[in-house]
Each structure stands twice: as structure tokens, then as C-alpha cells.
């Protein structure tokens, strides 16, 4: 059986999440973006669910380079979501080609639950020896897509990844997974798997501009039950709902 994290982003998802059962939810807002840190609201929510909730915490888009300031909000925002009921917190950081093993250490310290090192660690050139530094540090997992940009096409590095961490740290592959591919993805040996199972969703939109009315769509992206339960089949077969 390989552990299926289920990435979530709004209350649809959240009461997605309870009815599927995943192994964990990753839990952030703005997926589109990346994913930044959700509000107290969503992660109480989530952990009303019983399923273990591990809080995506980053300040802000872009790239992974914090000034002191960013760092103090990701460990005030790892104390609070551990606070909440968090079992775990999600964070990254680099200090130009490497890992800011200056932050993980501190989240380490700040948190009661496991700390998962995300993607930030496909920008690194040297991934073996990060997985030796952040194994080290004591961060649980790593999510990482094997330094491409989906998954399904780094099998080969995420089996030489998940081979060279077995026994140190778990490895978690994700980026553009979905139930095509999930079984090839968990077929290297990966730890874990990472997806959102996400749709699209179509609301009509009225818009008033002074003595003016008109009509318009906007488009958001949500989880897809049906997508998220074949994953969780095809890696977890047979597991109770």
C-alpha cells in the first residue's frame, strides 16, 4: 500500500477529504499559486474531520528565499496550525542552491508534528545529498516531483530517490497526478503519493457598473470526489470510507 496525501484547498475539499479518507490531507489556499498558508478557520475545519491534517505554511507566492521577516511568519504560522490540531506542517526554503537547513531546523523546533519539506526541493541540483541534510534535521518526508515538472515523467529519478532515502526519510511524488498514472507513479517505491484530484468549476457572474448590468463567468478549481476516490483505490485498495 502506498499513502495517498490528498491536497486541499477550500471547505468543498475538506468535507471531500472526511468522506474519501485519505491518509493525510495537505492543507493550503491558492493551489493555482502553489499554495500558500490557509486561515485558522479552514485548518480547524479540517482537523474536525479525523483525518491528519498537515498545514502547507508559506507567506506568500514565488520563489523560496525568505528574509528574517518571512521567517518568522512561517514559524508563528507552524506554532498556530500545531495549536489547531495540526499533525504536521509543510515548508521549504533555499538559500541559493541549497537547503535552508537555518528554517528546517527552526520548524523542526517549533513544531509537534512531522515536517514535510516540499517542492522547493526540486530547484536543487544535488537532491541526494539535501535528502542526507533534511534527513539529518528530521524533517519526516519530501515531496518532489523527481525535478520535472509531473511526476509521471521522472519515474526513474523518483525510483532512484526513494531508493537512495529508504530508511532515512519518506519520499512523496507529486505534481500533475492523477488516477491515469498514480499506479506508475507508486510502482517506484515511493513512500507516498501527492495529488489535488482537482476540477473545474463554471459560476455565473452578474456585474453592476453604475446604471450598467452585465453578465460574466469566473472559473475556480476544487477537489473532484469520484477523481479522489479512485486514487485513493488504486493505492490503497480496499481501505475503509
Avoid: W
Avoid at 528530521?138 to 515531496?143: E, H, K, P, W
Avoid at 507513479?185 to 482537482?198: E, L, Q, R, W
Amino acid at each position: 500500500m502506498t499513502a495517498f496525501e490528498l491536497a486541499v484547498q477550500d471547505p468543498t475539499g475538506v468535507a471531500i477529504a472526511e468522506r474519501v479518507r485519505p491518509t493525510r490531507m495537505e492543507l493550503c489556499s491558492a493551489l493555482s499559486t502553489g499554495g500558500v498558508t490557509p486561515s485558522a478557520g479552514l485548518i480547524e475545519q479540517a482537523v474536525a474531520t479525523g483525518v491528519p491534517v498537515h498545514v502547507l505554511v508559506r507567506p506568500r507566492e514565488g520563489g523560496f528565499t525568505y528574509d528574517d521577516v518571512e521567517k518568522r511568519t512561517i514559524l508563528a504560522d507552524v506554532r498556530h496550525a500545531m495549536s489547531l490540531g495540526a499533525a504536521g506542517a509543510v515548508i521549504g526554503g533555499l538559500v541559493g542552491d541549497a537547503v535552508d537547513l537555518d528554517l528546517v531546523v527552526r520548524v523542526r523546533a517549533a513544531s509537534d508534528g512531522e515536517v514535510t519539506f516540499h517542492r522547493a526541493f526540486d530547484q536543487l541540483s544535488d537532491q541526494r545529498a539535501a535528502l542526507d541534510q533534511l534527513a539529518e534535521a528530521g524533517v519526516a518526508r519530501v515531496l518532489t516531483s523527481g525535478g520535472r515538472s509531473a511526476a509521471a515523467d521522472a519515474l526513474v529519478e523518483l525510483r532512484a530517490l526513494a531508493a537512495h532515502a529508504a530508511g532515512l526519510l519518506q519520499v512523496m511524488a507529486g505534481a500533475g497526478v492523477t488516477s491515469r498514472n498514480a499506479a506508475s507513479i507508486a510502482a517506484t517505491g515511493v513512500d507516498a503519493v501527492h495529488a489535488s484530484a482537482k476540477r473545474t468549476v463554471t459560476d455565473r457572474l452578474t456585474v453592476s457598473l453604475g446604471s450598467a448590468a452585465g453578465a460574466g463567468e469566473t472559473r475556480y478549481a476544487t477537489t473532484d470526489e469520484d477523481e479522489a476516490t479512485v486514487i485513493r483505490e488504486i493505492l490503497a485498495p480496499g481501505a475503509a470510507l
